[in-house]
């Protein structure tokens, strides 16, 4: 339910260095020991958007990456082609191949019951993305973590 609507929300000009520096703030308190970095090039980037789905799927990689780094989170904005893209990586075990579609599906928990969380997340932030008319993906992080990529038109 919370992404109803995406598609005929009111759509505005977002500034990604302001949306991911509020993401950041919303959810790194949640873990202390974790240093979370963010770097939007240029620092001026804009998108005209639904604000608070893209916060929302932001906000969504952000505390899922909180929870698995060892040490560190960071977080990019840059663009390719026609596309802006964010990632979200970490420094932590990373996602095999082989789970990396089915961390997609709701309910679907690859860590079982060890931490907290209803398997939802990432459905979400999927859902939303193709709302928005973009996608999500997962890949290796140079951090040693996962990366997860929002790409968006």
Partial sequence: ?????????????????????????????????????????????????????????????ISNAGKYAKSKVRVSVHTQEDLVCIDV?????????ADRELVFEPFKRLTGDSQPGSGLGLALVRRICQRLGGRVSIDESSLGGARFTIRLP
């Fill in 1 to 61: 339910r919370h992404d109803a609507g995406t598609e005929t929300a009111n759509r505005e000009v977002v500034s990604l260095d302001d949306l991911m520096a509020e993401a950041v703030e919303l959810h790194a308190p949640l873990y202390p020991a974790i240093a979370f970095t963010t770097h939007v090039t240029p620092s001026t980037m804009e998108l005209f958007t639904y604000r608070a789905g893209l916060l929302r799927a932001v906000g969504n990689l």
């Fill in 89 to 97: 990586e970490d420094d932590g075990i990373g996602i095999a191949a």
